[in-house]
């Protein structure tokens, strides 16, 4: 269970930014994932753009909510969609760089820094009324904490199943 300054945190972004409009929330890892580091697979971000515009044309009054370790990511959806993608400051690869792991050690920032800032995303991510996601320990966190949050899986339209225990519940297929 989070601690209540980590809740704090979470509520007080909330309250300052979702504004009662609806949020999706999309969380794209890049860096060592994207660089196929222990062979991991990853959905290229210009995907989960195009996914994110999509969900705009159809809730055009709504925000983009994004969780990302990759600095150029942030730049790129600010660029296609505006002032309408909120995210927060944190650490966040600048060159490709892993922030995660035993990979992480020439990223700036203590363990409990990074940590704190993947937890606070996925418990913004958890609140949001939409997810867009690829295989992830963060979203599948998020969706723990709210089971019943509407998802669009990526990898799942790309062909691969990678979690299928999160599709028995998932709104969106039913």
Known sequence: KPRAHVLRVVDDFINRHFSGRPVLGVHVRQ???????????????????????SWISVNPSGFVFLATDDERVVDNFKRRLGNIVLYRDCIRSVDE??????????????????????????????????????????TCYSLCVSSNLKFIDLDLKNGQLRTPWLHSHNPLLQ
């Open 31 to 53: 860096t060592d994932a994207a660089s196929g580091f222990e062979n991991r697979i990853s959905v290229s971000a210009d995907a989960f753009l195009e996914e994110a515009a």
């Open 97 to 138: 760089r892993s922030l995660h792991g035993h990979y992480d050690s020439a990223v700036a920032g203590s363990a409990y820094e990074k940590g704190l800032d993947v937890i606070v995303d996925a418990l913004l991510l958890s609140r949001c009324d939409c997810l867009i996601r690829s295989h992830s320990r963060v």
